[in-house]
């Protein structure tokens, strides 16, 4: 059985959208407009969200095509990553909404355009790229501090909003910390290949994050010169070009820029200068303000699928919170998550590992005191705010102190979902503290791990 709302959702989608034969509206929720772009499995349209009135752009995937090709881990991934990184200067992933045969993506309106079509005009002013190249440096520094390297940066990849701030967008070829192989490197050879970093074209592995600052360095030459560093009609002369990090200036580029650009393109990553590196150089320092990332505090993206033209109830129900109780669990991530019976699940398969999620029985002022008194015990500094439990190492690990936090959400009256998520720190380290350290000392509360069946 359906309620009013589903049955009208659901005949929205039988009719392909079409509402009074004149609106194109999908999930009741988002009327499409124009195409913006369009790539090989994906077109990109102008959308607005009937809701809050606010542009979206909406990107539409084709998922046979993308089985086809055998690309879904690419898609899979992409989710994963846009999910992650919640920073000021990228492109914010709304919502993400699926059919049996397409995969749709909301997307933040950035509406200024391309980067590219401004520097195709020529070289910019020093100060405005200055501006642009602070704002891309935040953008992959909080990147890399999520395990996050995006492997495709070019002025095509930068939108510019209508207050001419950069976004950075198109993380379809991303990686995470995850994919590094045993020597703790990325090995898939991809990019674009005027900005792509020697040490990936050598086929030897590569650190993403000492690759994507290469991709940096060529787009300030490019800011700042008006074209390539590297460019020769003959694609093998222009990739030896870049092998020996081969360039010249202009004469108009500054003596300070000329040092920074020539501390980033480096052949050899490990002389070349790491981001710390650039926002200590006083070229890149002029004028900078650190952005404040949007992370910890965000709520969930909604999460919405129409499965077989059926839109499962409260799908796209966003997160509210209030002081006085948990924030309520939307009902599709607490499904895909806790059960393997609905297709679309495995496409955020990598938000959470196994043992990270729970459900239990118990009242959510008695989750929160235990799970703050198993952290003391492990030695952790604890701080409470509303229905999430901040855990702060005090050891050094090797990526520094770990730092884990628990939240409490509320599905039913009598049914919480508790998730584990990192913060800082190691990955191994983290998992280690899951399942070695959390998973026996909460045994007695938890109703279900993620990924199992309910025990009662």
């Not at 992409?78 to 990184?85: Q, T």
């Not at 303000?289 to 505090?297: F, H, L, M, S």
Request: hydrophobic share 40%; glycine share 6%.
């Amino acid at each position: 059985m359906y309620t009013m709302e589903e049955q009208q959702v659901k005949q929205s989608v039988q009719n392909h959208g079409k509402i009074n034969g004149t609106r194109n509206v999908i999930f009741a929720k988002y009327e499409m407009g124009r195409v913006l772009g369009q790539g090989t499995f994906a077109k990109v349209y102008l959308g607005k969200n009937l809701v809050t009135q606010e542009s979206a752009a909406i990107k539409v995937i084709n998922k046979d095509q993308v089985k086809r090709e055998r690309l879904m881990e690419q898609i899979k991934r992409e989710i994963s990553v846009m999910r992650l990184v919640r920073h000021p200067n990228i492109v914010d992933l709304k919502e993400v909404m699926a059919t049996r045969s397409k995969i749709y993506f909301a997307m933040e309106y950035v509406k200024g355009g391309e980067l590219f079509a401004k520097v195709a005009k020529g070289k910019l002013k020093e100060d405005l790229a200055r501006k642009y190249f602070q704002q891309l440096v935040s953008a992959v520094d909080f990147c890399h501090s999520r395990g996050v390297y995006h492997r495709d940066l070019k002025p095509e990849n930068l939108l510019l909003d209508d207050k001419g701030n950069l976004n950075v967008s198109d993380f379809g070829l991303s990686a995470l910390a995850e994919q590094r192989w045993n020597d703790g490197l990325l090995h898939t050879q991809c990019g674009t290949p005027s900005y792509v970093a020697p040490e990936v074209l050598r086929k030897y592995g590569y650190d993403g994050a000492k690759a994507d600052i290469w991709s940096c360095g060529v787009i300030l030459f490019v800011l700042l010169a008006g074209y390539l560093p590297f460019q020769d009609e003959n694609m093998m002369k222009m990739y030896k070009k870049v092998l020996r990090a081969q360039f010249e200036f202009p004469p108009w580029i500054s003596t300070d820029a000329r040092r920074l650009i020539s501390k980033l393109l480096v052949a050899d990553p490990e002389k070349r200068i790491t981001i710390p590196g650039i926002m200590q150089n006083p070229w890149f320092r002029k004028g900078y303000t650190r952005p404040i990332a949007i992370c910890e505090e965000e709520e969930h993206s909604a999460l919405t699928e129409d499965k077989d033209n059926h839109v499962m109830s409260n799908g796209g129900v966003e997160l509210t919170r209030a002081k006085s109780s948990p924030t309520f669990y939307n009902a599709f991530e607490f499904i895909s998550s806790m059960s393997s019976g609905f297709h679309l699940s495995s496409l955020f398969e990598n938000k959470r590992q196994l043992g990270t999620l729970f459900t239990s029985r118990c009242s959510a002022s008695a989750i929160m005191a235990r799970i703050e008194s198993v952290a003391k015990k492990l030695n952790f500094a604890v701080s409470v705010k509303e229905y999430k439990v901040k855990m702060q190492g005090k050891e050094e690990g090797r990526r520094g102190k770990l730092a884990v936090t628990a939240e409490v959400f509320e599905v039913w009256p009598e049914v919480a979902v508790v998730e584990f998520s990192r913060s800082a720190g190691d990955t191994l380290e983290y998992n280690k503290f899951c399942v070695e350290d959390v998973r026996p000392a909460l045994k007695d509360i938890v109703w279900s791990w993620q990924g199992e069946n309910n025990c009662q």
